[in-house]
């Protein structure tokens, strides 16, 4: 078909630079915005006495009868159109005639692009937080029923001090709550309408921009016609806030994949988000953790290949931008179905508590607390840490824990153990008296958790 901007030309496009230039293939998503910008659009100039009320509500009734064909299946995108404003304007011509040329008064397709993007990232957008709000109660849920389930805490990927499995799972709802905070500040910026902006200059046409904006839901209209049709700042925002929350799901995943294994056997997975082996029968593999820390990596590449794309942009819109889409649509796609399935496999898990405890207490996490006994006695705390290493060096070559020292023991090494040493010792004591603010003392911990109900609307 012919384009809608052909009057200049007066050879036809190559095929090959046709197809190379057009975005029908991946555009065509936006159809919806595109209706929508047009309908906002139309609504304005009628207002402003640019189009007459019948030619708004024809405008207005052509555009619902596409929308409603496009979604029921009865009108199809093809690629014999160069976009999809392309596909919807000659859709419109060809139902309601010449009325239907009037739709792109007053408006460029760089800031109809502009709008189009900005729609589906802010209805994106809030599609990840309400998927991240969904994970964050179900983190709730396992943190209230685990507070007192004992467990050892790493550094270094070595046994360090107990915790407990609430306060462990608390650290990745604090990660995940700061997701929604990073998403809630893009918003906040990507809330302006580039509408009116036209090609970079504005239009001679008496818009009002802000009515426009307010019918689209923005905030307000962007400040600088240049600005509104080159920035593409809040779909790298997106972006960069996608790839910090598939990094937090791929740390979450590397953990549950460790947990998972035999040498470990923390976690066990639900049947339905595991899979087999096609020649061992004994595997079960944690296969959506593995592909949600792999498919981390694509949403690295699509913030990385947007930075590049604009980093040597001259004002003010360049082709270049046309390949904003592509990497955005994948990435948000990748980010939102890690989140659903993420949640769903730690929802239907079920924790070893048995094994963690026993793992806390065979790998010397309590041996903070033997220090801690000595220097409440009395014994310098220098010397109260040497003492605690020969005991857990002694514990290694007998394969023994803490607990399992006798009193004669301990005082072979120090005369100041008294009985009162094993219940200093006890995985719950250990976690129990550690009650600052952050900690994973009980008392500590229920004061979070009732500040996360609160957050939570729970």
């Known amino acids: 078909m012919a384009q809608l901007w052909g009057g200049r030309f007066t050879k036809k496009t190559d095929q090959m630079v046709y197809e190379f230039n ?41 555009l619902d009868s596409i929308l409603a064909d496009v979604e029921s299946g009865a009108l199809l995108i093809t690629t014999e159109y160069e976009d999809i404003h392309s596909f919807v304007e000659a859709n419109l011509i060809s139902r309601i005639g010449d009325v239907g040329k009037k739709l792109h008064t007053g408006r460029s397709r760089n800031d109809q692009v502009a709008l189009d993007m900005r729609l589906y990232v802010r209805e994106e957008l809030c599609h990840t937080d309400a998927l991240l709000l969904e994970l964050l109660k179900v983190l709730q849920r396992i943190m209230e029923e685990h507070i007192d389930t004992f467990m050892p805490g790493f550094t270094h990927l070595q046994k360090a001090q107990p915790v ?42 008496p818009l009002d921009r802000d009515y426009t904006a307010q019918l689209l ?5 962007t400040a600088n016609s ?20 598939m990094m937090h799901l791929s740390r979450f995943s590397e953990e549950i994949i460790i947990w998972n294994t035999n040498e470990y056997q923390f ?22 953790a593995e592909l949600v820390r792999g498919k981390t990596g694509r949403v690295y590449g699509a913030l990385t290949g947007l930075l590049t794309t604009m980093k040597g942009l001259p004002l003010a819109y360049n082709k270049d931008m046309q ?13 939102n179905h890690c989140l659903a399935l993420f949640t769903g496999m730690v929802d239907t898990m079920t924790f070893r508590t048995d094994v963690m405890e026993s793992s806390a207490k065979n790998g010397f996490t309590n041996a903070t607390d033997v220090a801690d006994y000595l220097v409440n006695h009395g014994v310098p705390f220098r010397d109260a840490h040497g003492i605690s290493g020969r005991l857990v060096l002694k514990c290694i070559e ?38 600052t603010k952050g900690a994973p003392g009980e008392a500590a911990m229920r004061e979070v958790l009732a500040q996360n109900r609160a957050y939570l609307g729970l």
């Open 398 to 435: 007998e394969k023994k824990a803490l607990d399992d020292l006798t009193l004669e023991e301990y005082q072979a090494e120090c005369p100041v153990f008294e009985e009162d040493i094993y219940d200093a010792i006890r995985m719950k004591t250990c976690v129990e008296r550690r009650l």
């Open 164 to 205: 407990t499995l609430a306060h462990h799972i608390g650290a990745y709802f604090e990660m995940f709550r700061r997701d929604r905070s990073r998403l809630a500040d893009a918003y906040e910026r990507m809330n302006y309408c580039p509408l009116g902006a036209g090609a970079l200059a504005g239009t001679t046409y």
């Open 217 to 221: 839901g923005f905030a307000g209209p």
């Open 267 to 288: 976690v066990e997975l639900d049947d339905a988000y595991s899979t087999g082996s096609s020649i061992m029968p004994q595997k079960k593999n944690p296969d959506i």
């Open 22 to 62: 057009a975005s029908i293939l991946f555009d065509q998503r936006l159809y919806r915005q595109d209706i929508e910008g047009s309908m906002a659009h139309v609504r304005m100039l009628a207002k402003q006495g640019i189009l007459t009320e019948q030619e708004r509500d024809l405008i207005l009734s052509g």
């Open 323 to 335: 390949e904003d889409k592509e990497g955005v649509f994948d990435a948000i796609d990748t980010t």
């Open 226 to 245: 240049m600005d509104s049709v080159s920035d593409r700042d809040y779909a790298i925002e997106y972006l960069s806030a996608l790839a910090v929350i």
